[in-house]
Every structure is written in structure tokens, then in C-alpha cells.
């Protein structure tokens, strides 16, 4: 494969969609392995980078406009229990928008640049909603024989068995995944669930990190962040953002807890970082004795639910605590590689032994 048409739920690492980064290195890896890559946002402006061409975003101003309400909206609390609701007026609005002017919009844009670049080898789907796009895998392989792959990056959270995030939104309302050649998972435990949406050949694709991008710093930084977070929402965690973070932040007021993210609550005892620049987000890292992992209840309750955060931790040396993860041996080492806590008593006495022992976080990490 030679020449690939990517559209990606964003390129814009300036906002808080935390997926953004992995996005950059998964194209970064294509590129370095010879492939070339045209790349659309879904969300944001396109951006330019040495691995890959961008194309526009057909819907650019709408999304912003969208993002922009999305911001300032309150964060709802996620429910206990997989959503049932039956279909909603704002599903019925959303699926209305799409079918008037997001899906019309993008099966224009998607043409035009086949029909322009003339060969390309695939259609690449990289974490986007596939009902908006319904119709169109099937018409890319229909009229230009292209076979057109799509990578969900958020299952299991983005599964119907889940209620979704702060908007609700339910990407595979409507989908048919049966259009698409292939489908990636970053989920093993989500296969079956894709399966039954009509996927007709599903392969796991874990999240990872590129050492290029994360190694440990060349100059020891000093550490003086004891303990520190980063993150984008509490949704499906509140349980362990209190058990991890607000409660041992009262318990050890002696050491500095931290976190950088957007909408995770308040915490009297925590100090909220500056969000800065994904650069700074690794000096966060390196600068903290411990790094935790506070990962939604959606991905630690369905087995080897892949996310970001751990790959990320481990390339830049960090020693990791972590809430109770399914299948998290998949890809390290429980009490070797890094700790798993199952309530706050432990979380305490887990910061208490590790801050005492340097050797011990040099080997963790």
C-alpha cells in the first residue's frame, strides 16, 4: 500500500481530545514506512506536517460551532448502567443535520480528492462517527474499487452497551459496518461487539507510543510534582478520581498532588496545572515521582480495552499506579511495571511507600 486517503477525527493537538497525539504517531509510522498519506480532519483545521498532505475539513466552521457549545456546557455524570434510553430529539435533530449537510458534505469532499489524486490504494476511517459517513465506503468501492478500513480508537466506550460521553452522541446509531473492508479495534474485549454491527473482518489494533516522540528527558529534570494526573473528563471515573486523587491529597497533605486536564471536578487539595502544550505535558511527566492511570470504567471493565495513557507513561520512564484494569497484562506486568490499587486505603499506602523509595519508582519505571 502505497498511497493511503485518511480522514482523522482530528490534527489539532491544541485541543482536548486526548487521542489526538496517538493520531499524529500512528500517521507519523505510515509515513516512515513509505506510505503517503492525505489527511482530513473531521474535527478542526487541517494541519500540515512533515509525514503527510491536509486536506480540508468540508465542515470546519458547523464543528467549531459545535465544539464551541460542547465547551462551555456543563459535564453531566455518566450513568451507572448502559444507556436504554429510546431514540431522543436530539438524536433525531443530530441524524437530520448529518443527513442534510454533514454526509452530503463529506461524500463531495471524499470525491473530489479520489477523483483528483487518482491513486491512492485505500480509504482510511481513523476515529470518527461512521453514521456520518453511511453510504459513502460503499460508493468509494463501488465507483473506484477502493477498499476503505475503519479504526475505532474509543471502544469500548463508543460500543451501544455504553452510555457514551458528556454529549451522549451515539456514533453507531444507524452505522453499517458491513461498508468497510476491515475493521480496528483498540479493544479485544470489543471484537465480539463489532462483530455483531455487521463488521465483516475485525482486528485489534492496540494503542502504543512512538520513543522518538516519548523517552526520558536527556537533562534530569527535578521532581517536584509528588503525585500527577493528566486526563480529559471524569465521566465513567469519578469513583477513582476520589479514591485516587482527591482523597489522598487530604490524607497526605505534605505531598503535592497535580493534574492537567479539562472538566475532572473539583479537588480543594489538588493543583490544577496550566493545560500548556504537548510538549509540556511530557516535562508534567518526568517532573512526577508517581504517574497515575485512572482509566474510565468502560475500558477497565471489558478485557484489554487499550488506551494511550500507559504507553505513553512507560516510553517516558515513569513509575505508574493504577485503578483495576481487565486484562492490563496484556501489555505490562502487574507489581513489576506498575501498581494496581483497588480503593483509596491502598492508594494512600501505595504514595506513602513509593515517595519514601526512589529505587523502587527507578525500577517501576
Known amino acids: 500500500m502505497k498511497k493511503l486517503l485518511v480522514v482523522a477525527s482530528s490534527l489539532d493537538l491544541r485541543a482536548p481530545l486526548s487521542s489526538t497525539p496517538s493520531w499524529w504517531q500512528l500517521l507519523k509510522a505510515l509515513a516512515e514506512q513509505g506510505v503517503e498519506l492525505v489527511v482530513a480532519p473531521y474535527q ?11 486536506a480540508a475539513n468540508p465542515c470546519q466552521l458547523e464543528g467549531d460551532a459545535v465544539g464551541l457549545l460542547k465547551r462551555y456546557s456543563p459535564p453531566r455524570k455518566a450513568p451507572a448502567l448502559p444507556s436504554t434510553d429510546a431514540d431522543s430529539l436530539s438524536d433525531r435533530v443530530t441524524r437530520e443535520l448529518v443527513e442534510r449537510v454533514t454526509k452530503p458534505r463529506w461524500r463531495k469532499h471524499l470525491v473530489h480528492l ?5 491513486d491512492f490504494d485505500a480509504v482510511f476511517f481513523l476515529t470518527v462517527p461512521p453514521n456520518h459517513f453511511g453510504g459513502i465506503p460503499k460508493l468509494i468501492e463501488q465507483c473506484y474499487g477502493l477498499p476503505t478500513y475503519f479504526y475505532d480508537g474509543d471502544v469500548p466506550a463508543s460500543l451501544p452497551r455504553f452510555a457514551g460521553f458528556r454529549t451522549g452522541f451515539r456514533i453507531y446509531q444507524g452505522a453499517d459496518l458491513s461498508e468497510y473492508a476491515c ?16 463488521a465483516r473482518d475485525v482486528r485489534v489494533l492496540y494503542y502504543a507510543a ?13 521532581q517536584d510534582i509528588d503525585v500527577f494526573f493528566y486526563g480529559h473528563g471524569s465521566e465513567y471515573r469519578e469513583e477513582w478520581l476520589a479514591a485516587m486523587l482527591d482523597v489522598p491529597s487530604r490524607e497526605l497533605p505534605e505531598a503535592r498532588f497535580a493534574v492537567r486536564g479539562t472538566h475532572l471536578g473539583t479537588m480543594p487539595h489538588v493543583q490544577q496545572l496550566p493545560y500548556a502544550s504537548f510538549e509540556k505535558l511530557k516535562h508534567y511527566c518526568s517532573r512526577s515521582r508517581v504517574n497515575l492511570l485512572i482509566t474510565r470504567q468502560a475500558h477497565t471493565s471489558v478485557y ?6 500507559p504507553f505513553e507513561l512507560a516510553a517516558l520512564g515513569c513509575a505508574m499506579v493504577s485503578n483495576p484494569y481487565l486484562g492490563v497484562e496484556e501489555w ?11 480503593n483509596s486505603a491502598e492508594a494512600v499506602a501505595t504514595y506513602r511507600r513509593l515517595l519514601a523509595d526512589p529505587s523502587t519508582r527507578r525500577e517501576l519505571g
Open 44 to 54: 478542526g483545521p487541517p494541519i500540515e506536517s512533515p509525514w503527510w498532505t491536509a
Open 114 to 118: 479520489i477523483e483528483s489524486h487518482r
Open 183 to 198: 475493521v480496528l479495534s483498540s479493544s479485544k474485549g470489543g471484537v465480539d461487539d463489532l462483530r455483531r454491527l455487521g
Open 210 to 222: 512512538d520513543p522518538t516522540l516519548f523517552s526520558p528527558e536527556n537533562e534530569q529534570l527535578e
Open 304 to 309: 484489554g480495552s487499550s488506551t494511550a495513557r
Open 332 to 342: 505490562f506486568e502487574p507489581d513489576r511495571e506498575l501498581i494496581l490499587v483497588r
